[in-house]
């Protein structure tokens, strides 16, 4: 079942790897998700011998969730640019997550991960939870959370990196970037 998943999302992946700043197809809908409360979950962070990690353990702060696979190009591109997200915007209250949609093991994930920059954690995907959000219609699929836990947008495909950081400043509330300002003053 996986396996006809992996190969599915790879041929909607391949599809979808437009250029940045382009749209990929679809992209412009808006998951019926958009507007309503995150569904909750709780994965298995990579790495971490068990541990967990549920969404409702960030309340407060404005979450990105990052449906990814080591085997998606347009992900290799997009994970840098939300570890320098991560790094910016964590300050402010900014959490980004990562979850791994393949089979490829721990191992070649961690390392994958590793050698991308990532800098947030890495939860360990299932269908169930794929699921929650609307199903995956191809790889990356970002959703960004606001501190009341609402889901303000979802990108599909490859887009931007100012598409991006206008999505984390729209989670984060009217007064993103307030905290950088002030300390230039």
Known sequence: MRTRFALAV???CVFCSGLPGQDAPGAAETSTIVGHPAPDFELKVLGSRGKTMKLSDLKGKAVLIDFWATYCGPCKVEMPWIAGLQKKYGPEGFQAIGISMDDAG???VSEFAKKLGVNYPI???TEKVADLYGGLEGLPVSFFVDRTGKVVDQELGLIGQDVFEENVKKALGPNSGQ???QAAK
């Open 10 to 12: 790879i041929a909607i």
């Open 106 to 108: 721990e191992k070649t």
């Open 123 to 125: 939860l360990i995907g």
């Open 179 to 181: 905290i950088k300002t």
